[in-house]
Nanobody, 118 residues
Framework: QVHLQESGGGLVQPGVSLKLSCALS????????MSWSRQVPGKERELVAS???????YLSDSVKDRVNISRDAGKNTVHLDMNDLHSEDTAVYYC????????????WGQGTQVTVSS
């Protein structure tokens, strides 16, 4: 069984920084990439950032100047550092992993709410 657990969300003021973390648990799992997406009610889920085991990294054009994604490979943990948060960053942030355990699948966490408001 593969499980993703996000942490680090909350209510923050505009302009501050926030770090989200996601830990993948499970045995005999091969990870190809880990990603962060976000979703606002009524809108489609948006890919924010992704990091592959190969070292390739993707950052959405909408946030690339303010975010960084990093991964602790030995701990199967991925982090999303967000700076200078705007109210438009308010969303539920989801962690996902493209991984293989018996079969290849894109696993998702439950999400963590980030609210940017003064």
């Amino acid at each position: 069984q593969v499980h993703l657990q996000e942490s680090g969300g909350g209510l923050v003021q505009p302009g501050v920084s926030l770090k989200l973390s996601c830990a993948l648990s499970g045995t005999d799992v091969t990870i190809y990439s880990m990603s962060w997406s976000r979703q606002v009610p009524g809108k489609e889920r948006e890919l924010v950032a992704s990091t592959a085991t190969t070292g390739n990294t993707y950052l959405s054009d909408s946030v690339k100047d303010r975010v960084n994604i990093s991964r602790d490979a030995g701990k199967n943990t991925v982090h999303l550092d967000m700076n200078d948060l705007h109210s438009e960053d308010t969303a539920v942030y989801y962690c996902s992993a493209d991984a293989y355990r018996q079969y290849r699948f894109n696993y998702w966490g439950q999400g963590t709410q980030v609210t940017v408001s003064s």
